[in-house]
Each structure stands twice: as structure tokens, then as C-alpha cells.
T-cell receptor, first 113, second 115 residues
Framework: DAKTTQPPSMDCAEGRAANLPCNHSTISGNEYVYWYRQIHSQGPQYIIHGLKNNETNEMASLIITEDRKSSTLILPHATLRDTAVYYC??????????????FGKGTKLSVKP | ETGVTQTPRHLVMGMTNKKSLKCEQHLGHNAMYWYKQSAKKPLELMFVYNFKEQTENNSVPSRFSPECPNSSHLFLHLHTLQPEDSALYLC??????????????FGPGTRLTVT
């Protein structure tokens, strides 16, 4: 079962920041937080991951709370193309079954004009 | 374009047919994965290969038979499938399954319909 809790859906206005929350209150010290998204009927797309520190790349920013029990994915200027299901996943940083990506139901983000 | 290609993109097959799904990655990765996504269900991991060796079989029925001839190619051989096997089958690759944290890159999927 997924170890994360996400709201089932969110709306965001085009051009505004989209802030997607994720609760992972049982996260272990060796588990990373990963974010993927899946646009309708396509394969999931990797967005970003982090362990303790906040991370930023060309797609998004990841803010992890100090106690690591929750995180927020920020899309700074959402566009219509960002409409997708966003998955927050925790996993250890190595292989084996503990390192598998366990996808939950995610958050369906709808970006509206 | 993620560097992971899958063929065919759509497949319709009868329950008595035998077919194969193909995945190819152009990323120089050493680990490859098969996932299944049924309608309104989360993605489910099926098989994991690392350096051509199968490292995980997630209790998948034997009517699904994977093959990994090299680190760049992965096949899923299908025979005597059931209508409930209709789903989107996704292939992914990562740099190394044994060490990380490496992100996985997914192909576009094969939409399979079993009639």
C-alpha cells in the first residue's frame, strides 16, 4: 500500500502557482520523497525527488518539512499542459522491494484558463 | 520523448492468441520494469530486471512471461489472457535497480484489449 496521503483533486488557475500537498507521516529516515505525474493515458513522468532539503529543478520545487512528515510540490506558473495526476511516493534510495515505486491514487490537478 | 519506446501502442487480442510487447530504452540504463495500469486502479509493478537478471516477480500469473535479452530491451510475452488483463502496460528503466536513488523513466505504454 502507498505510504502517502494526497487530496484526490485540486484546481489551479493558469499562470498561478500550484501547490500540491502530500502527507507521509510514517516516513523513515532512509526514505526519499519522489514526485511523478501522469498526463491522461501517457506514461508517468518523473518530476523531482528529495530526502531532507528543499529541491528545485526546471519543472518544480519540492518543499519538505523539517520533521519530514509532509511535503509540497510547487509548480510556479501552472499551464494547461500541467493538467495531470500527480503522485507523491516515498521509497528507500536503493533497490529491492523497499525501493519499488508504489503508486497510490495521486492528486488530479486541473489547470483552468 | 523519454528515451523509452514501446511497441505496439495499441493491441487487441483474443483469449487464445499469443502476442508480445516490446520495450526499448536508449538511456544506457541497467534496470528495466514492467507495470500494469488497469482502469481506475493505481499502477502495479509486475517485474523488475537488473543487468538482465530478473530481481522481482510481483506474483504475476504465468500467462505473462517477461524476457530481457540485454539491458536495452525488455519483452512481455502474452498467452491465453483473460478480459480482465485489459490494461495499459508500461515499461520503465532506471540507471541501476540495486543502488540509488535513481529515478525511473517510463515509456508511453501499450493499451491492451483482450476480447
Amino acid at each position: 500500500d502507498a505510504k502517502t496521503t494526497q487530496p484526490p483533486s485540486m484546481d489551479c488557475a493558469e499562470g498561478r502557482a500550484a501547490n500540491l500537498p502530500c502527507n507521509h507521516s510514517t516516513i523513515s529516515g532512509n526514505e526519499y520523497v519522489y514526485w511523478y505525474r501522469q498526463i491522461h493515458s501517457q506514461g508517468p513522468q518523473y518530476i523531482i525527488h528529495g530526502l531532507k532539503n528543499n529541491e528545485t529543478n526546471e519543472m518544480a520545487s519540492l518543499i519538505i518539512t523539517e520533521d519530514r512528515k509532509s511535503s509540497t510540490l510547487i509548480l510556479p506558473h501552472a499551464t494547461l499542459r500541467d493538467t495531470a495526476v500527480y503522485y507523491c511516493i516515498v521509497r528507500v534510495g536503493w533497490g529491492g522491494s523497499q525501493g519499488n515505486l508504489i503508486f497510490g491514487k495521486g492528486t488530479k490537478l486541473s489547470v483552468k484558463p | 520523448e523519454t528515451g523509452v519506446t514501446q511497441t505496439p501502442r495499441h493491441l487487441v487480442m483474443g483469449m487464445t492468441n499469443k502476442k508480445s510487447l516490446k520495450c526499448e530504452q536508449h538511456l544506457g540504463h541497467n534496470a528495466m520494469y514492467w507495470y500494469k495500469q488497469s482502469a481506475k486502479k493505481p499502477l502495479e509493478l509486475m517485474f523488475v530486471y537488473n543487468f538482465k537478471e530478473q530481481t522481482e516477480n510481483n506474483s504475476v500469473p504465468s500467462r505473462f512471461s517477461p524476457e530481457c535479452p540485454n539491458s536495452s530491451h525488455l519483452f512481455l510475452h502474452l498467452h491465453t489472457l483473460q478480459p480482465e488483463d485489459s490494461a495499459l502496460y508500461l515499461c520503465a528503466s532506471s540507471q541501476d535497480e540495486g543502488r540509488g536513488p535513481y529515478e525511473q523513466y517510463f515509456g508511453p505504454g501499450t493499451r491492451l484489449t483482450v476480447t
